[in-house]
């Protein structure tokens, strides 16, 4: 596994250059609905849904302008062997392919939620058409929140939906949608795999919902 090493001159670089890149690629970036406000010494385990290449740099752009906590993204190790660079903008691996490298990924995430960190996980495990029913979430996030709460840590999941939309315009707009944070402690029920998909997937429906009747939100970018 390989793990990340946030370094500020990163953030001071990526920041700059991925706004820059997505003002070039896309027409705008939207915000719809309201984005949760959270305790800062709550961590926040943010779960998006996962359909393009860009779906790591968006929620990167929402909590930089946003949440503005410290970030840290789950990848797919043999991705982040070849964009070296993420680990220090908090990226670390996961290998599919080894039952116990998963697991020391998923132990390795669990770890990282404490205070004010943010870290986005994509259950889904793989990136599959927008529209594919079930989700197929995979019960690793269900291994992250047990040890978060075995830590005695209290924790914040928030379903996140994405889609990306070619409107009137010729580049296409990115459309967010945060859930209502769910809190978890060890004096609460812990959210399984099915209950979070349930809930990704209502999202995803209320976005829809949404963009066709001509919401634009608050543009972030």
Request: hydrophobic residues 45%.
């Amino acid at each position: 596994m390989i793990a990340a090493s946030p370094q500020g001159w990163a953030h001071t670089i990526f920041r700059r250059y991925l706004r820059s890149l997505v003002k070039k690629r896309f027409h705008a970036l939207h915000v719809l609905g309201d984005v949760p406000k959270v305790s800062s010494d709550t961590p926040v385990l943010l779960l998006p849904n996962h359909s393009t290449w860009w779906d790591g740099f968006f929620p990167y752009v929402l909590n930089d302008i946003v949440l503005k906590r410290e970030f840290f993204i789950m990848m797919l190790e043999h991705r982040l062997r070849e964009f070296w660079f993420f680990r220090f903008v908090g990226a670390f691996s996961i290998n599919q392919q080894s039952p116990k490298g998963i697991a020391q990924s998923l132990d390795y995430t669990a770890s990282l939620l404490q205070g004010n960190r943010l870290v986005v996980l994509f259950p889904q495990g793989e990136l599959t058409a927008w529209g594919k029913r079930p989700l197929g979430y995979n019960r690793g996030v269900e291994r992250v929140i047990r040890k978060s709460i075995e830590q005695g840590k209290r924790l914040a999941v928030i379903p996140l939906a994405m889609r990306c939309e070619f409107l009137a315009d010729e580049k296409p707009h990115v459309f967010l949608l945060c859930g209502a944070p769910i809190i978890t402690d060890a004096t609460t029920p812990r959210s399984t795999a099915d209950e979070l998909e349930r809930l990704e997937t209502a999202l995803l429906e209320e976005l829809e919902r949404r963009i066709t009747a001509g919401d634009v939100g608050e543009i972030l970018l």
